[in-house]
T-cell receptor, first 111, second 114 residues
């Protein structure tokens, strides 16, 4: 089955700097790669996703890149703000199969 | 994005009692919903896949008689924790995928068994 590795587990950045979180997946059949932001005591919130027919997608300060050959995808947050502090999860799936999650990255943005 | 509503957000129950958690897709129909459990500072662990009109598919190690799942309609799935024990205390989260296969999560339910 699918296995998703996520790095780093913790990340601290200064406000205004960029943050990058990387994930690798094992199943070449996976074609859907979402990213979630989870704040304490809340459910994960979908922030951006990418499908296997696209190499990059951007939404304001957030971007995701996908390298199908290397089977890795990354989340990029630019101009970080304190409210970006949260736990971020990457995931992978094929079609409507259950998402397989990475272990999460705790991002701290220091003002 | 689509909205998934989960209720209750927090529940405290006594050992031996049962607790029902509801998950609703508010603006789309979901033939499949997913139930996850999350331990503190850990990732989401898939418990089961809830299929509308049929039996749920449980992950290995998840007791189907303890975690009863019912998906009676295209917008509602319920998880009932039966004969709850303190070790069942956890954060339970449901998810539903819309027509474009995007997965949205409920707010989560913090279950405390005393």
């Amino acid at each position: 089955g699918e296995n998703v590795e996520q790095h780093p587990s913790t990340l601290s950045v200064q406000e205004g700097d960029s943050a990058v979180i990387k994930c690798t997946y094992s199943d070449s059949a996976s074609n859907y790669f979402p990213w979630y932001k989870q704040e304490l005591g809340k459910g994960p919130q979908l922030i951006i996703d990418i499908r296997s027919n696209v190499g990059e997608k951007k939404d304001q300060r957030i971007a995701v890149t996908l390298n199908k050959t290397a089977k890795h995808f990354s989340l990029h947050i630019t101009e970080t703000q304190p409210e970006d502090s949260a736990v971020y999860f990457c995931a992978a799936s094929q079609g409507n199969t259950p998402l397989v999650f990475g272990k999460g990255t705790r991002l701290s943005v220091i003002a | 994005g689509a909205v998934v509503s989960q209720h209750p957000s927090r529940v405290i129950c006594k050992s031996g009692t049962s607790v029902k958690i509801e998950c609703r897709s508010l603006d789309f129909q979901a033939t499949t919903m997913f139930w996850y459990r999350q331990f503190p500072k850990k990732s989401l662990m898939l418990m089961a896949t809830s299929n509308e009109g049929s039996k749920a598919t449980y992950e290995q190690g998840v007791e189907k008689d303890k975690f009863l799942i019912n998906h009676a309609s295209l917008t509602l799935s319920t998880l009932t924790v039966t004969s709850a024990h303190p070790e069942d205390s956890s954060f339970y989260i449901c998810s539903a995928r819309d027509q474009e296969a995007e997965a949205f999560f409920g707010q989560g339910t913090r279950l405390t068994v005393v």
